[in-house]
């Protein structure tokens, strides 16, 4: 069974930073691209960025480009997020995704598995 299992959201302050976990299990992850969602309320679940699980390479929503930062380490089936320069607009529920695509880009279309999510809330 493929688990996805998120950690590291909480409460901080406007220009903080946070980094989330997502720690993948029950099956090999090659050719997957790994990501992350997020949805705040009132509001539809939106892309924010995803990573190449072979390759590395990384794509980003424009509102968290340059400000956030995707990483992974393949031994520990393990991605990260590093958000920098935190905005109240940044609240919301992350969730952590996988899905088949060889192109980081189109993991906003497909994915296969989600997380449970974990909460980010950045006061102003």
């Known amino acids: 069974q493929v688990q996805l299992v998120e950690s590291g959201g909480g409460l901080v302050q406007a220009g903080d930073s946070l980094r989330l976990s997502c720690v993948a299990s029950?099956?090999?992850?090659?050719?997957?691209?790994m990501g992350w969602f997020r949805q705040a309320p009132g509001r539809e679940r939106e892309f924010v960025a995803a990573?190449?699980?072979?390759?590395?390479?990384?794509y980003y929503q424009g509102s968290v480009r340059g400000r956030f930062t995707m990483s992974r380490d393949i031994a520990k089936n393990t991605q990260y997020l590093q958000m920098n320069s935190l905005k109240p607009e940044d609240t919301a529920v992350y969730y952590c995704?996988?899905?088949?695509?060889?192109?980081?880009?189109?993991?906003?279309?497909?994915?296969?598995?989600w997380g449970q999510g974990t909460q980010v809330t950045v006061s102003s």
């Open positions: 995704a996988a899905g088949r695509v060889d192109i980081p880009a189109r993991l906003g279309s497909f994915v296969n598995y």
């Open positions: 990573i190449s699980w072979n390759v590395g390479s990384t």
């Open positions: 029950g099956r090999s992850f090659s050719g997957y691209a």
